[in-house]
Every structure is written in C-alpha cells, then in structure tokens.
C-alpha cells in the first residue's frame, strides 16, 4: 500500500498562487510516475499535470504556462505551483502516484485538497 498526504489547498483571488505538496509513504517498490489530476462539481475527474520518475512532464492544455509541477525523488514528494489562478481552477485536487511491483502497476490516490478562486 501507498499513502498520498496532500496539503496546500485554499481560497486565493483571481490571479493569485497556491502550492500543492504530496508526500508518498508506504511500499514504494518503484514510483513510475506522480501527478495531479482535478474534479470540479459537476464534472469529471482530469489530468492536470504529471511527472515520470526521469522527468517527463505533461500539462493539460488550460494550465499551461501557468502551473508547474516538480518533484523530489529523494523525499517522494511531488509539487504543483500554480500562478495566475482563474475562477475556473477552482476543483478538488487529487495527488496521484504510479507504483510498479513487478508487472504490474497500482495507481494510488489521495484523499485530495480543496482549491477555491475567487474574489
């Protein structure tokens, strides 16, 4: 099992910043990939960014240039810095992690983090 603690969420203005933190804990065997995925009401879960344990990265098209994810291998720990929120960022962030133990990979997910735009 993985545990995925995330923290960093909140209400910001329109145009503001928040970082999210996830740490990962448990049977690590080996991290493929961590990332961030959004669910606003009334819509479904999506991708927002994602990092592979080489360093591969992908945004989704609406947080480009705006948000960054990072990681730290060492600590198991992946980042979201998010610049210049907008209203429509406004959705629970989930942290998701990619393990693999042999053959097969496990996508874990935490319990997710509240981030609210708005003036």
């Known amino acids: 099992q993985v545990q995925l603690v995330e923290s960093g969420g909140g209400l910001v203005q329109p145009g503001g910043s928040l970082r999210l933190s996830c740490a990962a804990s448990?049977?690590?065997?080996?991290?493929?990939?961590m990332g961030w995925y959004r669910q606003a009401p009334g819509k479904q879960r999506e991708m927002v960014a994602r990092?592979?344990?080489?360093?591969?990265?992908d945004y989704a098209e609406p947080v480009k240039g705006r948000f960054t994810i990072s990681r730290d291998n060492a600590k198991n720990t992946v980042y979201l810095q998010m610049n210049s929120l907008k209203p429509e960022d406004t959705a629970v962030y989930y942290c998701?992690?990619?393990?693999?133990?042999?053959?097969?990979?496990?996508?874990?997910w935490g319990a997710g983090t509240q981030v609210t735009v708005s003036s």
């Open positions: 998701n992690s990619v393990v693999q133990n042999g053959l097969i990979l496990y996508n874990y």
């Open positions: 990092i592979t344990s080489g360093g591969g990265m």
């Open positions: 448990g049977s690590i065997v080996s991290l493929i990939a």
